[in-house]
């Protein structure tokens, strides 16, 4: 059984949480190029590393952030996104 | 006859024929006895419908300043709870979202209250069983990932997760030595896992019980 620790209520199965996709910086619309939007719009890094993701435990409807080796499967670390502000 | 909450969630899969139903208190209509049987089944694996009881519900950045002006003790921690000295409990889900159950007035007074800026209601239609007996840990380990027995080390701790697929709000009562597990989950769910944890506790010698047979 995977694991995934929620910031709030600890350790829980990983079937307990949804993903919600890496965190990506959205460009300004009313500046950037058309390129850089569709880019931001339409294509995903399938690229395996180290990532920021968001993920939400159910349960509670925690939304939080885990940083995720995607290359070796490791859960890093995971926090809300109030505490890295 | 208008009832401070509305009915059970799985009214209907209660009405069977032997139930023994008390409505007293204004409060819509609870099942204290299902059969004869039902202390044999609770001390085996009993499984109760605690739905009948007033809730509320909210939050919201200025809930837990305006739950204090109404004079309620307020849990100090998040995922905790704290039981009112003439009944009912009031729960803390997160940081600003609150759960108030079973006196009546108290629960009237926060519905009816006006709501200071920052304070918004969370609809509270939940279906809540509780569970009891000597195999109840055999119940969990078939529907659940998180061991409750935790609770029982603190009692003041609520746990959200997820049991036999449906996101659940659980605490302990009772004492240590029995153990009653209360769960809150969205009513709509209620008879789904209503079937579920009884069809498990029947085929552990236990089953569906009324309130009077809780310990």
Request: net charge negative.
């Amino acid at each position: 059984m995977k694991i995934m620790t929620c910031p709030f209520n600890g350790p829980r199965p990983v079937s307990e949480f949804f993903y919600w996709g890496e965190i990506r910086p959205m460009p300004d619309p009313a500046t950037c190029s058309d390129e850089s939007w569709a880019d931001y719009i339409f294509n995903r890094n399938g690229a395996p590393g180290v990532k920021q993701e968001w993920w939400c435990h159910i349960a509670s409807n925690t939304w939080f952030i885990a940083e995720r080796n995607t290359e070796k499967d490791l859960v890093l670390r995971t926090y809300l996104f109030e505490e890295e502000l | 006859m208008k009832f401070p909450s509305p009915l059970s969630p799985i009214h209907d899969a209660l009405l069977t024929g032997a139930a023994v139903w008390n409505s007293a208190d204004s409060l819509p209509p609870s099942v204290s006895q299902f059969d004869a049987s039902d202390p044999q089944k609770a001390a085996l694996l009993g499984v109760a419908d605690h739905s009948h009881l007033p809730r509320a519900g909210v939050k919201g950045p200025g809930a837990t300043g305006w739950l204090a002006e109404l004079g309620l003790s307020l849990p100090s921690r998040s995922n905790s709870w704290l039981p009112f000295p003439d009944g009912g409990l009031i729960g803390r889900l997160g940081n600003t979202e609150y759960l108030i159950e079973g006196n009546a007035a108290r629960v009237a007074q926060i519905m009816q209250t006006p709501r200071a800026p920052g304070v918004y209601p969370v609809l509270r239609q939940d279906a809540v069983f509780a569970l009891c007996g000597s195999r109840v840990n055999e119940l969990l380990l078939q529907t659940c990932n998180v061991d409750f027995r935790c609770l029982v080390a603190d009692p003041t701790q609520l746990l959200l997760t997820s049991m036999a697929g449906v996101s659940v709000l659980v605490l302990v009562a009772g004492n240590k030595i029995h153990p009653v597990y209360r769960l809150w989950c969205d009513g709509t769910y209620g008879l789904y896992l209503w079937e579920t944890l009884t069809g498990i506790a029947e085929e552990l010698g236990g089953g569906g019980i009324g309130l009077d047979a809780l310990p």
